[in-house]
C-alpha cells in the first residue's frame, strides 16, 4: 500500500520512488527493432541523468524497458515516467494504471513537453524541456503535498553545474548482449541548426552547450574500456570545442562513435584530430540528395549534395565508417526518390543506411505546417517511428510513400551489412 505524504511529515526520507523508462513491444516497433539491429543498444540517458540528481533519502527504483517491459506494477509513493513520441501511448497506458490504483504519476520528455494537454488527461504532473532542476523541485512539492499539475524549465540547464548520469541504475540484458553497451555520453546538448523535421532546437535551444572537459572525461574515465557512443545531437556544433575535445580524447586510444553533421568531412583538419582521437563510426543526417528537399527543410546551409560523393569519400579515406540517414516523403519527392536514394547509397558505399520516413513530430516547424494544412491522417503515437506514413505526401499517396519505403528496406537488407552475420560481429565492437 502506498504511504501518504502526511506519513512523512513533507519529508522526503523513505518516498518510494520508481523512474520508467518505457519501452515499445507493438508491430510497429518490432519492425524498428529488425531495421535497427545491426545499431548499438545503449541507454537513453533521460532518466540516469534525473536519476542522478534525486533527492537524497529518496528510496529510488529505476526501471528500464529497453531491458524489457515490466510487468510488475509495485506499490511506489510516486511514479515517474519517460518516453519519446514513439512510446507515448505505452507511457500514457501505464500512467492510466498506476493511478487507477491511486498512485500519483509524473510525466515528462521529448513528447509531453510539446502535447501538454495531451499528457495532462494521464499525469498529476507533468514536466516541459530539461528538468534537472524542475526534478528536485517536483519531488520535494510532492513531499509536501502542493505537486503542481506542470514544471516549465524557464532556461536551458548550465551544463556545467549537473552531475555523472546514473548509468549503473539502468543495467541489464539489453547492454550485456553482443550489441549492447552502457558506454553512451553527451559532451553537448542542442543544435545551432534549424532543421524543420527536428525538435532539437525547441527542445533543448540553438545555443550549443558545452560541458566542461574535465567532466567529460572523468565521465568516460568510469567507463569499460569498449567502444564508446556519444548521444550528442552534433558532436561537432563548436569547432572550437570539438578540437579540444578531441585533443583530450587522443591519449586514451579509445574507440567511439558519434553524431555529427556533414560538415565533419568538409572539415579535413577536425576530420583527422577526430579520427586520430579514435573515431570509428559516424551516423551523418544526409537526408535527401535533393537540393531543393535541403533549401525546404533548411538544411541547405549544412549539407551541400553536390559535395556529398566528395564528403564521404573523405571519411571512408581515413577510415571512418558512415551511418547514414536519409528522410523520403519530402515535399519534393516523387515515387523515383526511392530509386535514387538506393542508387546513391550504393554508389558512395554508405556502410549502414537509415531510410526514414517523414515523420511530423510534435514539437517541430513541420508538424505546425502539416497540422495546419490538415496533412496529418494518423495519429496512432505507436507509428512515429520513422518507418511509417502518418501524412499525405505532396507528390504520392501515403500508401504509395509506405509501399516504396517497405520496397527500399526489403532491397537494403538484401545488399547492405545488416544480413551479414560477420560483419555484424565484426561491427559489435565499432557500431554507432
Ligand atoms: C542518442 C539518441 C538516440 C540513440 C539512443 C541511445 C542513447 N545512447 O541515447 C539511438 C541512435 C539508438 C536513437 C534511436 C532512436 N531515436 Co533518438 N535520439 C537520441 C538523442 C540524440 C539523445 C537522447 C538522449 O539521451 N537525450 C538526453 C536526455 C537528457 O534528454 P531527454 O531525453 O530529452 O531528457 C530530458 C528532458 O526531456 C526531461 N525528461 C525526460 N524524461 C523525463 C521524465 C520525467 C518524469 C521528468 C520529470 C523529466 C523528463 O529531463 C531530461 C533531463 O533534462 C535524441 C535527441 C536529444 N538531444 O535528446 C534523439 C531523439 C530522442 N531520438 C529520436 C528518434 C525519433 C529516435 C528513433 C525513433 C529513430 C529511429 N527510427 O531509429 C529511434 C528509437 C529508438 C528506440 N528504440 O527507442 C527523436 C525523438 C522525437 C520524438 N518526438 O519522439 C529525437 C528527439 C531526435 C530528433 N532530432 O528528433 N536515438
Ligand atoms: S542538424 Fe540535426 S540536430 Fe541539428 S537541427 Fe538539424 S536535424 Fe536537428
Same mark, same amino acid.
Given at each position: 500500500m502506498a504511504s501518504t505524504i502526511s506519513d512523512r511529515g513533507g519529508? *522526503?526520507?523513505?518516498?518510494k520512488v520508481r523512474m520508467i523508462q518505457t519501452g515499445t513491444d507493438n508491430e510497429y516497433s518490432r519492425g524498428l527493432a529488425e531495421a535497427n539491429s545491426h545499431r548499438l543498444i545503449t541507454p537513453m540517458l533521460a532518466i540516469p541523468y534525473l536519476a542522478a540528481v534525486t533527492l537524497a533519502g529518496v528510496d529510488l527504483e529505476v526501471i528500464d524497458e529497453q531491458n524489457g517491459l515490466m510487468d510488475d506494477q509495485g506499490s511506489p509513493d510516486l511514479v515517474a515516467i519517460s518516453g519519446m513520441t514513439m512510446h507515448a501511448n505505452r507511457m500514457y497506458a501505464l500512467a492510466d494504471a498506476y493511478r487507477e490504483r491511486g498512485i500519483p504519476v509524473v510525466l515528462g520528455g521529448v513528447h509531453v513537453s510539446f502535447m501538454l494537454d495531451e499528457a495532462r488527461k494521464h499525469a498529476d504532473a507533468v514536466a516541459i524541456g530539461e528538468a534537472e532542476f524542475l526534478w528536485p523541485r517536483m519531488l520535494d512539492d510532492f513531499a509536501r503535498g502542493k505537486l503542481e499539475p506542470v514544471y516549465s524549465s524557464t532556461e536551458p540547464v548550465d551544463l556545467s553545474l549537473i552531475p555523472r548520469p546514473r548509468l549503473d541504475l539502468v543495467d541489464g540484458p539489453a547492454y550485456r548482449g $553482443?550489441? +549492447?553497451?552502457? %558506454?553512451a555520453l553527451m559532451a553537448t546538448r542542442g543544435c545551432p541548426h534549424d532543421c524543420d523535421f527536428c525538435c532539437v532546437k525547441k527542445m533543448f535551444g540553438r545555443n550549443f552547450r558545452t560541458r566542461p572537459l574535465d567532466s567529460v572525461m572523468d565521465e568516460l574515465g568510469a567507463m569499460d574500456e569498449s567502444f564508446v557512443l556519444f548521444a550528442d545531437d552534433n558532436i561537432i556544433g563548436n569547432p572550437g570545442y570539438a578540437r579540444q575535445l578531441f585533443q583530450r580524447l587522443k591519449p586514451l586510444g579509445r574507440s567511439w562513435g558519434a553524431q555529427a553533421s556533414i560538415q565533419l568531412a568538409e572539415n579535413q583538419e577536425l576530420l583527422d584530430l577526430a579520427v586520430d582521437a579514435g573515431l570509428k563510426s559516424v551516423f551523418l +543526417?544526409? #537526408?535527401? *540528395?535533393?537540393p531543393e528537399n535541403l533549401v525546404a527543410m533548411r538544411k541547405a546551409g549544412v549539407n551541400n549534395a553536390s559535395h556529398y560523393a566528395e564528403n564521404l569519400k573523405r571519411l571512408h579515406d581515413k577510415g571512418v565508417m558512415v551511418f547514414g540517414s536519409f528522410i523520403v516523403g519530402?515535399?519534393?519527392?516523387? #515515387?523515383s526518390v526511392f530509386e535514387n536514394v538506393y542508387e546513391f547509397i550504393m554508389r558512395n558505399g554508405i556502410d549502414f543506411p537509415l531510410v526514414n520516413v517523414l515523420t511530423p513530430f510534435p514539437g517541430t516547424d513541420l508538424y505546425q505546417a502539416m497540422e495546419a494544412s490538415g496533412r496529418i491522417v494518423d495519429r496512432n503515437w505507436d507509428r512515429y517511428n520513422l518507418t511509417q506514413a502518418v501524412f499525405t505526401p505532396a507528390r504520392m499517396s501515403a500508401d504509395e510513400l509506405q509501399f516504396g519505403y517497405d520496397s527500399l528496406i526489403r532491397e537494403l537488407n538484401r545488399h547492405a551489412? $545488416? +544480413? %551479414?552475420p560477420a560483419e555484424r560481429q565484426r561491427l559489435s565492437v565499432d557500431a554507432f
Open positions: 519529508s *522526503v526520507a523513505g518516498l $553482443r550489441m +549492447g553497451s552502457l %558506454n +543526417g544526409i #537526408e535527401s *540528395v535533393d519530402l515535399d519534393h519527392d516523387d #515515387e551489412f $545488416r +544480413g %551479414n
